[in-house]
């Protein structure tokens, strides 16, 4: 095989204006913190410090709370079609900077930049868009029952996709006409906070849309106030039971979208090149830090040599390396903590028995790093089989016939997503009805929509981003 | 002639049960007392097991079929009306009021059973993705649900606390408190209707008694609580569920659409086309 090396292509930071510190954006200005307590967010590519943030305590978040409270009483005597608008123009600015908003995300993130520029931002601008043209149509949405927005909405988003998260949960809450208050994760929270300087921009008015920039801490103290009438989360299943037992009681809607472990199925009358493909996008895609990566890997026993080989071999082929070089393929660890959480469980898979294959590549000196990794001969208890790693590991089960991988695929705790590989039809759809999981790629993976709902079964969570089942998420029936 | 009083028992998974503990408690009505089960824990985790396998038993019937047995349950309870009705007015309803529940009651089912076979056609859709894919998103049945019925003295608001769940495919365990002996009476209709065993299971007691296992059993995958409890009990619900991440739904909408959408789990299916 000819080793051609690519050239580098790397994108540059200059067009990204970063402050060396930033504080809250509160009744439509920055303000600052009253917590004076800041963090450094760092570059996980790097480890260059980027800016300082603020770490939100209870006085920042009872005033962006108040602000989001006043806020309310605005927004809802805005006209939806001029809600419509606001929305619109933020699609239309967020599509105008993509270009910043992508390297600034790539930079805080460690994702690879041909991600954040070809998925994340055109995904977080047609979100925007599409629920901009929901704000007026509410009442046609389902049926002719009443509904009613929530109020002030508490929203605590994770790092993996920063500024989409953003949008998924900001853009169905201000269309269904609730105010907000943003909390970002504190290692990505640059992408919102540019993001908030567009609000500025296009006069949303003061308090629709709060930030308030933190940790856990920051995000305990939005969870268990008194004034906030609905909390969305996504992030890992543990943090969201822990929020669920602290509403315990209290009349405050929730939404949850936690962690997966999801099955990719490959029957072996799949398209077997497609599947690979597929198998490689499911579980490298932003390093596999993602809550419905294909992390699982079903294959039916009598193809399980041949296509552990195709799949060794493609995986060879992925770029590790500089996020903001539009060859990446698979970016930086976003965190250390991520990273010793990752090496930890592939430690524990090893010891255990799996055999583990990692590509051969170079990893940068500085940053934190994980190699594409797959493992092979693993019993269904290990806990690689088991548990989210979060990271580039692949995991592999076989199975022998389709009721045995539907059993294997459900025998989790978790029901985000599982995909299908096969070019029979029937199987596809036969298979589709007995997974236990809110979102099924059939011969795909990884394939997302602001019209196509996305959340889970189980201890996935509860409620629907996306489409129209996600204005279901901001809307109460009113008695 | 002596007139004979009826035992009322609990039903589970199409059989009459006392509570496996021996205990009950009394509706002193204005006519009649009736001794009825004081569910246990472990009547509790009986009813669940049963409705495991009531809710395969349920889904795989068609939509068809089960919108005929809902329809069956409203010919069975027209049938026995006079029953109900007496039995109303032994709970303190006037004669008529009683006439219009029971009526309302037929009505509510009959509206149901016609919904069987329908609402995945309202809550369902295509998702016009931007791109070269089939994308569909269509509903299923959480699974195994627990209800608390409403304390109320009606037939009506008795269904409206079972049949949105049962509607979409869950299989049911009904809990009654107050209003227990028109619910242990709705159980013999049931009985008669050709419900699957274990679809639905129809309980009598105090809900502090089970509030605990209601919330922590993982199997239960679904609470919805039609009775406005104590801040303490959905404390006690909400932290034991959170345990599973369980669905609670307090005091769910019943009527319409939005009666069932708390018991549906969306899955949406992705395809790409081509040639």
């Known amino acids: ?370 190699k594409p990794s797959l493992f092979t001969s693993v019993q269904a208890n290990y806990k690689i089989a088991t548990e989210e790693i979060f990271g580039p590991v692949l995991t592999t089960l076989t199975f022998r016939t389709p009721e045995e991988a539907v059993e294997i695929a459900n025998n989790t705790e978790y029901g985000l997503s599982a995909g299908i590989w096969t070019e029979k039809g029937s199987k596809i759809l036969w298979t589709a009805d007995r997974l236990e999981a809110g979102v099924i790629w059939a011969n795909t993976f990884n394939k997302f929509d602001p019209a196509s709902p996305f959340g889970g079964y189980k201890e996935s969570g509860f409620g629907r981003e996306g489409g129209r089942h996600g204005l279901l998420s901001y809307l109460k029936v009113s008695s | 002639m002596t007139d004979i009083k009826k035992t009322y028992k609990n039903y589970v998974h199409g059989k009459f049960v006392r509570s496996e503990s021996g205990k009950v408690y009394s509706i002193d009505l204005k006519e009649e007392k009736y001794e009825i089960p004081l569910t246990s824990k472990k009547d509790l985790r009986d009813a669940v097991t049963s409705s495991k396998e009531g809710f395969k038993n349920w889904n795989q019937l068609t939509m068809y079929n089960r919108s005929q047995i809902l329809y069956r349950l409203s010919e069975m309870i027209e049938g026995n009306k006079d029953s109900y009705i007496s039995l109303l007015q032994d709970h303190g309803l006037s004669k008529l009021d009683s006439k219009n529940d029971i009526n309302n009651a037929i009505d509510t089912i009959v509206w149901y059973a016609g919904l069987v076979d329908k609402w995945e056609q309202l809550t369902g859709n295509l998702n016009p993705v931007a791109g070269e894919y089939f994308n569909i998103s269509h509903q299923e049945a959480i699974g195994v649900t627990f209800t608390l019925s409403p304390n109320s003295m009606s037939l009506d608001e008795l269904v409206k606390s079972i049949l949105p769940a049962l509607t979409v495919g869950c299989s049911v365990i009904n809990f009654s408190d107050e209003n227990a002996v028109i619910a242990l009476k709705l159980s013999e209709d049931v009985n008669n209707s050709d419900f699957p065993s274990g679809s639905l299971n129809l309980l009598s007691g105090k809900f502090e008694n089970i509030i605990e296992d209601v919330g922590g059993h993982v199997e239960i995958k679904h609470a919805a609580i039609y009775e406005d409890i104590s801040k303490k009990s959905k404390e006690v619900l909400g932290q034991k569920g959170s345990e599973s991440v369980k669905r609670i739904s307090l005091i769910p909408s019943t009527s319409g659409l939005s009666s069932i959408i708390p018991f549906i789990e969306t899955k949406t299916v992705w395809h790409p086309k081509g040639k």
């Open chain 1, 1 to 370: 095989m000819n080793n051609w090396e690519y050239s580098e292509s790397i994108e540059s930071e200059k067009i990204v204006n970063i402050e060396k510190k930033y504080g809250n954006f509160i009744d439509g200005k920055f303000v600052t913190p009253k917590s004076k307590q800041y963090i450094d967010t760092i570059s996980p590519s790097t480890e260059k410090i980027l800016s300082s943030i603020s770490i939100g305590n209870q006085q920042d978040v009872d005033y962006a709370v108040a602000s989001a409270k006043e806020g309310l009483k605005k927004w809802s005597k805005t006209n939806p079609s001029e809600r419509a608008k606001y929305l619109f123009k933020l699609a239309r600015l967020i599509q105008e900077r993509s270009r910043e908003f992508a390297v600034l995300e790539s930079l805080d993130g460690g994702k690879p930049i041909k991600e954040s520029r070809d998925f994340d931002l055109p995904q977080v601008a047609q979100n925007f868009f599409y629920y901009a043209g929901w704000a007026d149509k509410l009442d046609i949405s389902w049926g002719n029952e009443q509904y009613k927005p929530y109020g002030v909405v508490g929203q605590i988003i994770p790092w993996n996709f920063p500024l989409l998260m953003l949008s998924w949960k900001v853009a169905p809450a201000l269309a269904t006409g609730n105010t907000v208050v943003l909390k970002p994760a504190e290692t990505t929270p640059l992408t919102a906070l540019l993001f908030a300087e567009l609000c500025e921009e296009v006069g949303l008015p003061d308090g629709v849309f709060n930030l308030v920039t933190g940790d856990g801490s920051t995000g305990s103290h939005l969870v268990n106030h008194k004034d906030i009438k609905k909390i969305a989360f996504t992030g890992s299943t543990g943090v969201g039971k822990y929020i669920q037992k602290s509403l315990a009681g209290r009349d405050v809607g929730l939404t949850l979208e936690l962690g997966g472990k999801a099955a990719n199925i490959v029957y072996s009358d799949a398209a077997l090149d497609e599947a690979v493909e597929g198998v490689v996008n499911g579980i490298f895609f932003n390093q596999g830090h993602v809550c419905c990566a294909g992390s699982r890997l079903l294959v039916q026993e009598d193809i399980e040599e041949k296509f552990i080989k195709k799949l060794e071999k493609r995986m060879q082929t992925l770029n590790v390396g500089n996020p903001l070089d539009k060859n990446t393929d698979v970016g930086a660890i976003n965190s250390k903590d991520q990273l010793d959480k990752i090496e930890k469980l592939v430690n524990e898979g090893v010891a255990d028995g799996g055999d583990l294959f990692q590509i051969e590549c170079e990893l940068p000196k500085n940053g934190f790093w994980f």
